[in-house]
T-cell receptor, first 114, second 120 residues
Framework: DTGVSQDPRHKITKRGQNVTFRCDPISEHNRLYWYRQTLGQGPEFLTYFQNEAQLEKSRLLSDRFSAERPKGSFSTLEIQRTEQGDSAMYLC????????????FGPGTRLLVL | AQKITQTQPGMFVQEKEAVTLDCTYDTSDQSYGLFWYKQPSSGEMIFLIYQGSYDEQNATEGRYSLNFQKARKSANLVISASQLGDSAMYFCAMREGSGDRGSTLGRLYFGRGTQLTVWP
């Protein structure tokens, strides 16, 4: 049973560039979540999908951010025109609908915007 | 208002001793779930333990137990027999509108975390 995987693990980019991150959830999980974590803080919710439907988006998800889960499996998170304030760890998690519905996290993608 | 409050930025404990990490929460929902995660320096969030709002017994998972006091809205994590490998950041989190009655909302609200250091 493989866990949640994320790619890339690290990304350095220049301000104004676009970046895309990928998340592969645990295979039988129908829910997928994106969080952002800055230094010294807990993760903050960005968005989540149930199958391919995007059910909730945070106000943190500005119009420069877009997330997709086209076939209900992997998901991508794209940031357009990156800003230095986008530098953070981007965490993906997945869960299966059920009683406890524990979210299992991937290793994260560390983004540094220069 | 903060949904999750962790008032201890850092805690120190000697190896083999027990330690309690504090967490209080704020919600008006009757149904909710509480979680603790461990985050080593590598960055991955590791699930430790879950408590549903309707659970009458405190949750336990190996050396981890959750001291759930519903009236006080607290969900403290107790780690018994600390090990050097327990040194990490610990986060308390809550999901509203879920728990033992099924899930309606997905997001987790996290606290700011407690950095635990275990010394030999």
């Amino acid at each position: 049973d493989t866990g949640v995987s994320q790619d890339p693990r690290h990304k350095i980019t220049k301000r104004g560039q676009n970046v895309t991150f990928r998340c592969d959830p645990i295979s039988e999980h129908n829910r997928l979540y994106w969080y952002r974590q800055t230094l010294g803080q807990g993760p903050e919710f960005l968005t989540y999908f149930q199958n391919e439907a995007q059910l909730e988006k945070s106000r943190l998800l500005s119009d420069r951010f877009s997330a997709e889960r086209p076939k209900g499996s992997f998901s991508t998170l794209e940031i357009q025109r990156t800003e230095q304030g986008d530098s953070a760890m981007y965490l993906c998690a997945s869960s299966a609908t059920g009683l406890k519905e524990t979210q299992y996290f991937g290793p994260g993608t560390r983004l540094l915007v220069l | 208002a903060q949904k999750i409050t962790q008032t201890q930025p850092g805690m120190f404990v000697q190896e083999k001793e027990a330690v309690t990490l504090d967490c209080t929460y704020d919600t008006s929902d009757q149904s909710y779930g509480l979680f603790w995660y461990k985050q080593p320096s590598s960055g991955e969030m590791i699930f430790l333990i879950y408590q549903g709002s309707y659970d009458e017994q405190n949750a336990t998972e190996g050396r981890y137990s959750l001291n759930f006091q519903k009236a006080r809205k607290s969900a403290n994590l107790v780690i018994s027999a600390s090990q050097l490998g327990d040194s990490a950041m610990y986060f308390c989190a809550m999901r509203e509108g879920s728990g033992d009655r099924g899930s309606t909302l997905g997001r987790l609200y996290f606290g700011r975390g407690t950095q635990l250091t275990v010394w030999p």
